[in-house]
Protein backbone atom coordinates (compact mmCIF):
# COMPACT_ATOMS: atom_id res chain seq x y z
CA UNK A 1 0.00 0.00 0.00
CA UNK A 2 2.23 3.17 -1.09
CA UNK A 3 -0.51 5.24 -3.20
CA UNK A 4 -2.45 7.67 -1.32
CA UNK A 5 -6.40 8.22 -2.88
CA UNK A 6 -6.26 11.64 -3.78
CA UNK A 7 -9.59 12.32 -2.36
CA UNK A 8 -9.69 10.64 1.10
CA UNK A 9 -6.10 9.77 1.37
CA UNK A 10 -6.65 5.96 1.74
CA UNK A 11 -4.02 3.61 1.11
CA UNK A 12 -4.15 2.04 -1.57
CA UNK A 13 -2.25 -0.62 -3.84
CA UNK A 14 -1.95 0.75 -7.65
CA UNK A 15 -3.24 -1.76 -8.58
CA UNK A 16 -6.33 -1.96 -7.09
CA UNK A 17 -6.98 1.58 -9.31
CA UNK A 18 -10.40 1.63 -10.90
CA UNK A 19 -10.08 -0.16 -14.91
CA UNK A 20 -9.33 2.80 -17.04
CA UNK A 21 -7.51 5.39 -14.75
CA UNK A 22 -3.96 5.52 -14.74
CA UNK A 23 -0.94 4.40 -12.62
CA UNK A 24 0.12 8.04 -12.46
CA UNK A 25 -2.98 9.53 -11.54
CA UNK A 26 -5.03 6.53 -9.81
CA UNK A 27 -8.70 6.31 -8.80
CA UNK A 28 -9.97 4.13 -6.21
CA UNK A 29 -14.03 3.12 -6.27
CA UNK A 30 -13.60 0.64 -2.83
CA UNK A 31 -12.67 3.66 0.05
CA UNK A 32 -14.61 6.60 -0.79
CA UNK A 33 -15.98 5.85 -3.97
CA UNK A 34 -14.06 8.16 -6.54
CA UNK A 35 -14.81 11.61 -5.45
CA UNK A 36 -18.44 11.02 -4.40
CA UNK A 37 -17.25 10.74 -0.64
CA UNK A 38 -14.97 13.27 1.22
CA UNK A 39 -12.58 12.57 4.06
CA UNK A 40 -15.30 14.89 6.08
CA UNK A 41 -18.06 12.54 5.30
CA UNK A 42 -16.74 9.34 6.18
CA UNK A 43 -17.18 8.64 10.04
CA UNK A 44 -14.03 8.02 12.05
CA UNK A 45 -13.25 4.99 13.32
CA UNK A 46 -13.94 4.91 16.96
CA UNK A 47 -11.38 3.45 19.69
CA UNK A 48 -10.96 0.00 19.84
CA UNK A 49 -12.18 -2.22 23.10
CA UNK A 50 -9.51 -2.12 25.91
CA UNK A 51 -8.36 -5.94 25.05
CA UNK A 52 -8.16 -5.10 21.45
CA UNK A 53 -5.99 -2.07 21.77
CA UNK A 54 -3.72 -3.49 23.76
CA UNK A 55 -3.35 -6.45 21.49
CA UNK A 56 -2.23 -3.97 18.79
CA UNK A 57 -0.07 -1.97 21.32
CA UNK A 58 0.83 -4.02 23.95
CA UNK A 59 4.83 -5.52 24.66
CA UNK A 60 3.52 -8.74 26.24
CA UNK A 61 4.38 -12.27 24.71
CA UNK A 62 0.54 -12.46 24.40
CA UNK A 63 0.53 -9.25 22.45
CA UNK A 64 3.69 -9.99 20.32
CA UNK A 65 2.56 -13.16 19.34
CA UNK A 66 -1.05 -11.85 18.23
CA UNK A 67 0.74 -8.90 16.11
CA UNK A 68 2.87 -11.67 14.18
CA UNK A 69 0.01 -13.30 13.65
CA UNK A 70 -2.67 -10.94 12.87
CA UNK A 71 -3.02 -11.37 9.00
CA UNK A 72 -3.54 -15.12 9.60
CA UNK A 73 -6.33 -14.28 12.01
CA UNK A 74 -7.61 -11.96 9.60
CA UNK A 75 -7.59 -14.35 6.85
CA UNK A 76 -9.46 -16.86 9.19
CA UNK A 77 -12.05 -14.82 9.83
CA UNK A 78 -12.83 -12.85 6.93
CA UNK A 79 -15.01 -14.84 5.53
CA UNK A 80 -16.70 -15.59 8.90
CA UNK A 81 -19.38 -12.94 8.59
CA UNK A 82 -20.57 -13.76 4.98
CA UNK A 83 -24.40 -13.33 4.48
CA UNK A 84 -25.40 -15.44 1.64
CA UNK A 85 -28.75 -15.93 0.02
CA UNK A 86 -28.03 -19.83 -1.72
CA UNK A 87 -29.08 -20.18 -4.89
CA UNK A 88 -28.98 -23.82 -5.97
CA UNK A 89 -28.96 -23.93 -9.83
CA UNK A 90 -28.54 -27.87 -10.14
CA UNK A 91 -25.94 -30.13 -9.40
CA UNK A 92 -22.52 -28.60 -9.18
CA UNK A 93 -24.00 -25.06 -9.20
CA UNK A 94 -24.68 -22.77 -6.19
CA UNK A 95 -24.95 -18.93 -6.70
CA UNK A 96 -24.01 -16.51 -4.04
ZN1 LIG B 1 -10.63 7.15 -1.49
Not at 68 to 88: D, F, P, S
Amino acid sequence: MDVECKYCRALRFVAERKVGSSEANPVFSNCCQGEKLTAQQIPLLQDPPSFLRELLTGSTPRDKVFRKNIVKYNNALCMALVHTNWVNRGAGTVKL
